[in-house]
């Protein structure tokens, strides 16, 4: 591994793309599903326009709700 390079799995959040690689669903559907609900919000982080997602609090919602993509 490279000096400066961090795993997916050891972000504390991560870009949509990233998320899209991890969950093995596309972009636009995260996209979809981020922009369809206030519910959200507490996920996201704003750097810039950039949008991050707070990678296990997103993975444990996944978890214990039963969503519809």
């Not at 969950?23 to 206030?38: A, F, N, P, Q, V």
Request: aromatic share 10%; charged share 25%.
């Amino acid at each position: 591994m490279e000096k400066n390079k961090i795993s997916i799995n050891e972000k504390y959040a991560v870009s949509i793309s990233e998320l899209s690689l991890l969950l093995g669903i596309g972009e636009h559907t995260i996209r979809k599903y981020l922009s369809r609900t206030d519910e959200f919000a507490e996920y996201i982080i704003f750097v810039g326009s950039t949008i991050r997602i707070k990678r296990q609090k997103f993975i444990n919602y996944l978890d214990t709700h039963h969503i519809q993509m």
